[in-house]
Antibody
């Protein structure tokens, strides 16, 4: 079945750029029904949607993070990536990648988020 | 800035029924917000429970149900089990972007 796995540095210095990659296995990232996204969770706090990308490269970002976020896709490697610039301690979080499925019938559309990666903790500290 | 509001905490007795709600600062939640509900236990990734208001995944126990109630999205647990103790998050769609609620910590006591 489809699986997602986050990878990247677990420690980033303040003011630098956080970079993570999500590798998709067990299926193609280039499906017309799928969007690929990033979600984060600061320690002890709630979930925050960061943004998502379609295999064609169309992106959608959280307005509050838009100026610092770039999400890209590499269909040849079946991967998508997150870059978050000018990080501060407030960006310390577990970062998850997840697939959103968009299914539309003749009468309605449905959206669901599954699967998720296991998450990776990124700490911003000097 | 759009805010999605959930009850911070709820307590329910085993075998009881509880309803968690999800409100939008923009007004009434409708099916067009595609409400999704997730369960998260400590140290685990969130697990999808309900999508597009009321649809269950194949792994979602029958005691979980989703609906729209009084202008909010709602998640009802009927016949609560001890293993349902967890944090529950709703997620709403705002025309290209998505916003999570702050989460409800459900205690089974």
């Amino acid at each position: 079945q489809l699986q997602l796995q986050e990878s990247g540095p677990g420690l980033v210095k303040p003011s630098e750029t956080l970079s993570l990659t999500c590798t998709v296995s067990g299926g193609s990232i280039s499906s017309s029904s799928y969007y690929w996204g990033w979600i984060r969770q600061p320690p002890g706090k709630g979930l925050e949607w960061i943004g998502s990308i379609y295999y064609s490269g169309s992106t959608y970002y959280n307005p509050s993070l838009k100026s610092r976020v770039t999400i890209s896709v590499d269909t040849s490697k079946n991967q998508f990536s997150l870059k978050l610039s000018s990080v501060t301690a407030a960006d310390t979080a577990v970062y998850y990648c997840a697939r959103r499925v968009l299914y539309c019938s003749s009468t309605s559309c449905k959206n669901w988020f599954d699967p998720w990666g296991q998450g990776t903790l990124v700490t911003v500290s000097s | 800035q759009t805010v999605v509001t959930q009850e911070p905490s709820l307590t329910v007795s085993p075998g009881g029924t509880v309803t968690l709600t999800c409100a939008s600062s923009t007004g009434a939640v409708t099916s067009g917000y595609y409400p999704n509900w997730f369960q998260q236990k400590p140290g685990q990734a969130p697990r999808a429970l309900i999508y597009s208001t009321s649809n269950k995944h194949s792994w979602t126990p029958a005691r979980f149900s989703g609906s729209l109630l009084g202008g909010k999205a709602a998640l009802t647990l009927s016949g609560v089990q001890p293993e349902d103790e967890a944090e529950y998050y709703c997620l709403l769609y705002y025309g290209g972007s998505w916003v999570f609620g702050g989460g409800t910590k459900l205690t089974v006591l």
